[in-house]
């Protein structure tokens, strides 16, 4: 399986970044620049982050995860109001669980199953921040996207 890392902001405030595969060393650090991207943007936004099909990552992007977190401490507090963390795997919420106990994620974020629940779950921390019309958007576009995907209703 060749691996990938991909990022959707085409519901900005929404960020949902999706792993598949195991990622490179260049790859996990186009991965940390794209975040601090994110977050240099000046907006507070949600974040769903797919690790569904990810791989276990090495010794040195934990390590590299770990001193992005403690650099971008302040702009994360400040920006992402929540990140919620689609994942089925039990060694990747202990890896997860291993990085938050040396560095916390300094905002809220919620362990899940699947997107629907992602989505349900930014969108409530969107519209507790004040960006309700935003919320609103996502949840009509995943709505959408879902009726789409389930193929047409049989009356």
């Known amino acids: 399986m060749s691996a990938s890392i991909t990022f959707d902001d085409s519901h900005w405030p929404l960020l949902v970044t999706r792993f598949q595969g195991a990622a490179t ?17 000046g907006e507070p936004y949600v974040s769903i982050i797919d690790m569904g099909q990810l791989a ?28 919620a963390l689609i994942d089925t795997s039990p060694l990747i919420r ?38 309700g019309d935003a919320a609103e958007r996502i949840r009509r576009d995943f709505s959408a996207q879902a009726r789409r995907r389930s193929g047409p209703s049989r009356t």
């Not at 040396?102 to 960006?131: C, F, H, N, Q």
């Open 25 to 41: 060393d260049a790859q996990y650090e186009e991965y940390l620049a794209r975040g601090t991207a994110y977050l240099q943007r």
């Open 94 to 131: 202990l890896v997860l669980s291993a990085i938050f106990h040396v560095i916390p994620l300094p905002t809220s974020y919620v362990a899940i199953r699947d997107m629907a629940e992602g989505v349900k779950w930014a969108t409530a921390r969107l519209a507790e921040a004040g960006l």
């Open 56 to 83: 276990m990552p090495t010794n040195a992007q934990r390590q590299r995860q770990t001193e992005w977190l403690k650099a971008h401490q302040v702009l994360l507090r400040e920006r992402l109001l929540g990140c």
